[in-house]
T-cell receptor, first 113, second 113 residues
Framework: DAGVTQSPTHLIKTRGQHVTLRCSPI?????VSWYQQVLGQGPQFIFQ???????GRGNFPDRFSARQFPNYSSELNVNALLLGDSALYLC????????????FGNGTRLTVT | AQSVAQPEDQVNVAEGNPLTVKCTYS??????LFWYVQYPNRGLQFLLK??????LVKGSYGFEAEFNKSQTSFHLKKPSALVSDSALYFC???????????FGPGTRLSVLP
């Protein structure tokens, strides 16, 4: 079975631009979460979606938004990019919102110049 | 609020020796605890979890972890380290009420040949 897939793998954007990151969960997983990992730090929670509804939101500005589609894939959107948005963006899927582990994709490396 | 501490930025161990990577946590309800490993330019890989039951949990690649409720700790262990175990290790926690995982800052493990 395919794991969590994310696209693109790398992205370079300029300050003020907008970016869309995409994620396909493991087949059968209905919960998708997004995390930001800045170099040298642990992943920070951005959003969780379950059954196409937002179930959790981390401490990120409104420039960050996401959605989940009927096939359970997801998009993370970031507007008005700042240099500080440069990070590895990780998508994770899981079976249910209980004690199931998160299964991560390899991430999208975003560089803002 | 949930939190995770990994008191050591770096752990060095000789190949064949036992290894321990430390983690302490804080949650308001019952803890669900997880360990993940991250190799360069990759996403996080699930190693093991503690939900309830035996305090010693066995996981992938010969790793195990010991849950200690009184010390609020969940240390990762392996009896005999391999050079290929060299990577970044993250401890994570979620509780009964949270929808998201909270990750520690990570510990870099170096196994020396």
């Amino acid at each position: 079975d395919a794991g969590v897939t994310q696209s693109p793998t790398h992205l370079i954007k300029t300050r003020g631009q907008h970016v869309t990151l995409r994620c396909s969960p493991i087949s059968g997983h209905k919960s998708v979460s997004w995390y930001q990992q800045v170099l040298g730090q642990g992943p920070q929670f951005i959003f969780q979606y379950y059954e196409k509804e937002e179930r959790g939101r981390g401490n990120f500005p409104d420039r960050f938004s996401a959605r989940q589609f009927p096939n359970y894939s997801s998009e993370l959107n970031v507007n008005a990019l700042l240099l500080g948005d440069s990070a590895l963006y990780l998508c994770a899927s899981s079976l249910v919102t209980g004690n199931s582990p998160l299964h991560f994709g390899n991430g999208t490396r975003l560089t803002v110049t | 609020a949930q939190s995770v501490a990994q008191p050591e930025d770096q752990v060095n161990v000789a190949e064949g020796n036992p290894l321990t990577v430390k983690c302490t946590y804080s949650v308001s309800g019952n803890p669900y605890l997880f360990w993940y490993v991250q190799y360069p330019n990759r996403g996080l890989q699930f190693l093991l979890k503690y939900i309830t039951g035996d305090n010693l949990v066995k996981g992938s690649y010969g790793f195990e972890a010991e849950f200690n409720k009184s010390q609020t700790s969940f240390h990762l262990k392996k009896p005999s380290a391999l050079v290929s175990d060299s990577a970044l290790y993250f401890c994570a926690v979620r509780d009964d009420y949270g929808q998201n995982f909270v990750f520690g800052p990570g510990t870099r493990l170096s196994v020396l040949p």
